[in-house]
């Protein structure tokens, strides 16, 4: 897509840093990130998001999205790593291509996620698994 940031990133039209690339995903450094070493995995291919995705591509980001993970781990020193993927705007998906972002974690590092919690009502479990179980293909 012409006016996608990533596929500007891809195609070299904008400048990264890149810590990885094959010919099916390039990963680099975020510019905006949570903690330093904060890295994107995109397939170069565009989809805009999970949904669109061939489960084959998925299956090769997550994979690297490992081996990446390991390595940022250990060259940081970092005490865990998130994997966080945002779909659609109501979950802070901002660029409409398809991404993981790796966040190395720190002790003390203030990066706060599930603000709280909520309980399901009595028999409410049942429910909404019926509901996901009806819309599974």
């Given at each position: 897509m012409?006016?996608?940031l990533?596929?500007?990133?891809?195609?070299?039209?904008?400048?990264?840093?890149?810590?990885?690339?094959?010919?099916?995903?390039?990963?680099?450094?975020?510019i905006?990130?949570?903690?330093?070493?904060h890295?994107?995995v995109?397939?170069?291919?565009?989809?805009?998001?999970?949904?669109?995705?061939?489960?084959?591509?998925?299956?090769?980001?997550?994979?690297?999205?490992?081996?990446?993970?390991?390595?940022?781990?250990?060259?940081?020193?970092?005490?865990?790593?998130?994997?966080?993927?945002?779909?659609?705007?109501?979950?802070?998906?901002?660029?409409f291509?398809?991404?993981?972002?790796?966040?190395?974690?720190?002790?003390g590092?203030?990066?706060?996620?599930?603000?709280?919690?909520?309980?399901?009502?009595?028999?409410?479990?049942?429910?909404?698994?019926?509901?996901?179980?009806?819309?599974?293909?």
């Amino acid at each position: 897509m012409k006016t996608c940031l990533f596929c500007k990133i891809i195609s070299g039209e904008i400048p990264s840093t890149k810590v990885y690339e094959n010919d099916t995903v390039l990963a680099f450094l975020d510019i905006h990130p949570v903690n330093i070493g904060h890295t994107l995995v995109i397939p170069k291919t565009h989809h805009t998001n999970l949904y669109e995705t061939p489960n084959e591509t998925l299956a090769h980001m997550m994979t690297v999205t490992k081996k990446l993970s390991i390595a940022i781990k250990s060259a940081l020193n970092a005490d865990g790593i998130n994997i966080e993927m945002n779909n659609d705007p109501i979950a802070g998906q901002i660029i409409f291509h398809t991404h993981i972002h790796i966040i190395p974690r720190f002790q003390g590092d203030s990066f706060t996620h599930w603000h709280g919690a909520r309980d399901y009502r009595e028999g409410e479990t049942d429910e909404i698994a019926q509901k996901i179980k009806l819309g599974l293909n």
